[in-house]
């Protein structure tokens, strides 16, 4: 079994790297910072690679997309950004790298894994709770997550004849290096490692196409999906 990981160098990606290590994955680290892939890998042991690559650039989608086209068992699409602050006073170019990470870079690599995978395969996209209850200083992140949310549950239902399972993962609050969960009820917020073990049940059961990580998350998102939407968005600002 192998596995391709993006985001591998921190939070999520590396809490997902180090569970399918320990389930006999065969791990192929992808983020930009080289030294702490490298460090990953001490940590892993033998039988595993890293790929120093930036997915918001050409090459490094392409160097990546090449690296899809030996067979994987498993893509975890999970490196991804935010841009914090209203939409109209920060920078555009900041929005628009949270697109091409979130957005295209996870179509691209997409593309290349579903190419040469196998019936047994498996694709999981990290999205996130505010792709379905988007928060305000947060528009153009979470319309990004509304946007692999709906992607993946599409290719769910295209994969599935096929016997390729694929899922949206929506994580909550977890704690990383992005997100310092300041203010938020600690009842609410996750640990990476929560939230990739999570995962990888949902993806030996064949769940989705969505899953949200945490009975706590679950049952906010689904409380605020009842609410009318001028509410749930006053609500989550
Ligand atoms: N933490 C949360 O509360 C939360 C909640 C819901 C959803 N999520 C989602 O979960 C995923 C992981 O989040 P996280 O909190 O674990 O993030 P994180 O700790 O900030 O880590 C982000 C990872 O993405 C990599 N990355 C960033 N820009 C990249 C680029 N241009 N090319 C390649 N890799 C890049 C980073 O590595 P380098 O800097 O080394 O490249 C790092 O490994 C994201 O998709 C996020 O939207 C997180």
């Not at 990981?5 to 910072?33: D, E, K, N, P, W």
């Not at 080289?34 to 890293?50: C, F, K, M, S, T």
């Not at 555009?92 to 091409?100: N, P």
């Not at 998102?221 to 939407?229: N, Q």
Request: proline share 4%.
């Amino acid at each position: 079994m192998k596995a391709l990981v993006t985001g591998a160098s921190a939070g999520i990606g590396r809490a997902f790297a180090t569970t399918l290590a320990a389930a006999g994955y065969a791990v192929t680290a992808v983020a930009r910072r080289e030294d702490r892939l490298a460090g990953l890998l001490a940590e892993l042991g033998p039988g595993h690679d890293h790929l120093a690559a930036d997915l918001t650039t050409r090459g490094g989608l392409q160097a990546t997309v090449e690296r899809l086209t030996e067979p994987y068992t498993l893509l975890v699409n999970n490196a991804g950004v935010a841009v914090h602050g209203g939409f109209a006073e920060t920078s555009l170019e900041d929005s628009l790298t949270v697109l091409d990470l979130n957005c295209r870079a996870v179509v691209t690599l997409a593309h290349a894994f579903l190419a040469s995978a196998q019936p047994g395969a498996a694709l999981v996209n990290v999205s996130s709770t505010l792709g379905r209850t988007p928060k305000p200083g947060l528009g153009v992140y979470s319309a990004t997550k509304a946007f692999v949310t709906s992607f993946s549950e599409t290719l769910w239902h295209e994969q599935k004849a096929r016997g390729v399972h694929v899922l949206a993962l929506c994580p909550g609050v977890t704690r990383t290096e992005s997100q310092g969960a300041d203010g938020v009820p600690s009842w609410l917020v996750q640990t990476p490692e929560d939230v990739a073990a999570r995962a990888l049940r949902a993806v030996r059961r064949r769940e989705g196409p969505t899953i949200v990580s945490g009975r706590a998350n679950a049952v906010f998102t689904a409380a605020a999906g009842l609410l009318p939407r001028r509410t749930a968005v006053s609500l989550l600002a």
